[in-house]
């Protein structure tokens, strides 16, 4: 295999893109790949475009890691076509694909929707104004999101719901690709089987006051109200912990985090922790029994990818996108059955099975097996 110069295009805020991207450089560079690993603020489309045209001479091949919160696209369309024209292999890695992700579908659909107020020709007014600029906002959506279908020299998808929604950026299906979300390491953690795992539990708890001998359940990363944390929380066994560890989101502005604290104060719960230092993340990934990742809505999950790695036992919700962990983790459709398996999973010998799932999974889908088929995506 020919070693390359490789570009990736990613996220210098803290975020799963990021971690992920900072994975794939190292799994890359352990290929014999020499590859330059470039961070770009949220939707800092100055920062983007400049970027575009830094790339070193010697880097043929850019790796755009992609999800519609880090760049706006029309910028992004910019920066692809910069590259193309420096003589420069786009490979677009597309994490997210879904109509609702676009600002611009909303206000089409908005406008399709218009409710009449009245006045006959101050509705006609209204109407033939909301059908222009439903008209120019459907051009810019679909202009956008072809231009990045026709820069790309190939496009990869991480999900089969995202690969499924292919069709709206190409219909050249010799650029499309499908690589699984690979399980990937906690950043600056030891790997699990190293050492004393119950040695190193009970020095996390007593680090962070969590008691030694209860049964703690996790729920990690952003606090987004598509993770239905106050549904986890109802669902936890009084004699069991849950903790959130993690952060309120940027993009959250409904307030849930306090929607949150308010459910617990209101129901005077004594067996939530909710702790909110992204930093000690990591700490509290590795001190609980069992993670809980109840999402009604998902691509993939960075978060279950570390807790695969971790080798801890999960739920998952019913959501496709956790099909691809297979035994490692209980399914639960409700608040019922999400409740039947939070007390199924305290069983010794349920979370000795879901973890020896995972131990195969964290070797079929390894960073370096997945840095492979990003390298033969690579258009010669």
Same mark, same amino acid.
């Given at each position: ?123 006609? +007014? ?7 600029? &439903?008209?120019? #906002?459907? @051009? *810019?959506? %679909? /202009?956008? !999101?072809? $231009? ?41 953690? +030891? ?7 119950? &040695?190193?539990? #009970?020095? @996390? *708890?007593? %680090? /962070?006051? !969590?008691? $030694? ?55 005077? @719960? *004594? ?110």
């Amino acid at each position: 295999m020919t070693a390359r110069h490789i570009t990736i295009f990613s996220s210098k805020e803290r975020c799963g893109i990021q971690t992920y991207s900072a994975t794939l450089a190292e799994a890359l560079r352990g290929l014999g790949h020499r590859v330059d690993l470039v961070g770009i603020g949220w939707w800092d489309s100055r920062a983007l475009l400049r970027e575009a045209g830094s790339v070193a001479a010697s880097s043929d091949v850019v790796i755009v890691e992609h999800e519609f919160a880090l760049y706006r696209n029309a910028a992004l369309a910019l920066a692809m076509a910069r590259l193309r024209f420096a003589g420069k292999r786009v490979l677009l890695s597309m994490h997210e694909l879904d109509p609702d992700k676009f600002w611009n579908y909303h206000k089409v659909v908005a406008a399709l929707h218009y409710r009449m107020r009245g006045s006959v020709f101050g509705d006609l +007014a209204r109407i033939l104004w909301s059908t222009a600029e &439903a008209a120019q #906002r459907m @051009l *810019r959506y %679909r /202009l956008t !999101l072809w $231009l990045l279908g026709a820069l790309a020299d190939r496009i990869v998808f991480h999900s089969p719901r995202a690969r499924a929604n292919a069709g709206l950026v190409t219909g050249d299906e010799r650029k499309v690709a499908e690589i699984p979300h690979f399980v990937e390491p906690l950043p600056g953690v +030891a790997d699990p089987r190293e050492g004393d795992p119950a &040695a190193r539990r #009970r020095e @996390l *708890r007593e %680090r /962070l006051g !969590l008691p $030694l001998e209860r049964f703690i359940f996790v729920s990690p990363g952003f606090l987004f109200r598509r993770k239905r944390l106050i549904e986890v929380i109802a669902a936890t066994p009084p004699d069991a912990l849950i903790v959130l560890a993690g952060t309120e989101s940027p993009h959250e502005r409904e307030g849930y985090l306090e929607e949150i604290r308010r459910y617990v104060a209101d129901h005077g @719960l *004594r067996n939530v922790v909710i702790d909110t230092d992204y930093d000690r993340m990591p700490d509290h990934l590795l001190a609980a029994d069992a993670f809980v990742l109840f999402y009604r809505d998902a691509f993939q999950s960075g978060i279950a990818s570390h807790a695969i790695w971790a080798e801890q036992p999960c739920i998952f919700s019913s959501d496709p996108a956790f099909d691809m962990y297979g035994g490692a983790g209980l399914r639960a459709s409700s608040e019922e059955e999400l409740r039947r398996a939070m007390e199924e999973i305290q069983s010794p010998g349920v979370a000795e099975r879901l973890r020896e799932d995972a131990r195969r999974l964290k070797r079929e889908l390894s960073p370096q097996a997945m840095a492979r088929l990003y390298v033969q995506a690579i258009p010669s």
